[in-house]
Structure formats: C-alpha cells, structure tokens
C-alpha cells in the first residue's frame, strides 16, 4: 500500500525552527515528485513547496523564500522540509503529497499531486 508519513511538527517561538519529514512506504520516491502543502484553519490549502524526483528543481511560495528549504535523501526515501525563522502565520497542518514525473522534470506547486500523507501540525507561538 502506498503511504506517505509526515513528522517533526509541534509548537515553536516564533523565530524558531523546526524540520519537517515526509517518508514514503510501499514505492519508492525516485519517481516522484514531492510537495508540500499546508492549511490553516478558516484558510484554502496552499502549496508551500516542491522537489522534483531528482532533486535538481525546487520550488518555493514566496511567503517562504528564504527561510524554508525543501531536500531529498532517496536513499533513505525521504524528503524534508527545513523551517527557519518561523512565523505565527506559518502555523497549519503541513501535508507532504506525491506525484510521479518524468526524470529530470520539474516540479510544480500546482501540478496534480496524487498521493498524500496525513499531515502534521506546526504552531508558532509564544
């Protein structure tokens, strides 16, 4: 069964950081592309961030350029998500999602992403 696993959410100051995981089971990523994507209550989801299956493309909203820095280890079947210098606006329910491309595509924040994970909460707060 295809799966995708997130973890490392939790409360922070702002200012802090935090690293977010995204683990696939049952395929591997070298495939895929991954995004990730948050939502906050009351708030439409909205795409944060995206990797292609190589790692050579990378994609950032611009609310989080320069603090956020999205990586991938395929070995390990992972990507990440580092968060600095949080916000309190950056507080949301973070989803990791799948979407298989061609090698040496690039990724797209609002390509179809078909596989998702159940997401983890990040709260930026003092």
């Known amino acids: 069964q295809l799966q995708l696993v997130e973890s490392g959410g939790g409360l922070v100051q702002p200012g802090g950081s935090l690293r977010l995981s995204c683990t696939a089971s049952?395929?591997?990523?070298?495939?895929?592309?991954i995004g990730w994507f948050r939502q906050a209550p009351g708030k439409e989801r909205e795409a944060v961030s995206c990797i292609s299956n190589s790692g050579g493309s990378t994609r950032y909203v611009d609310s989080v350029k320069g603090r956020f820095t999205i990586s991938r280890d395929n070995a390990e079947n992972t990507v990440y998500l580092q968060m600095n210098s949080l916000k309190p606006e950056d507080s949301a329910v973070y989803y990791c999602?799948?979407?298989?491309?061609?090698?040496?595509?690039?990724?797209?924040?609002?390509?179809?992403?078909?596989?998702w994970g159940q997401g983890t909460q990040v709260t930026v707060s003092s």
């Open positions: 049952g395929f591997t990523l070298d495939y895929y592309a």
């Open positions: 999602a799948a979407t298989r491309i061609p090698v040496f595509s690039v990724c797209g924040l609002s390509h179809p992403y078909n596989y």
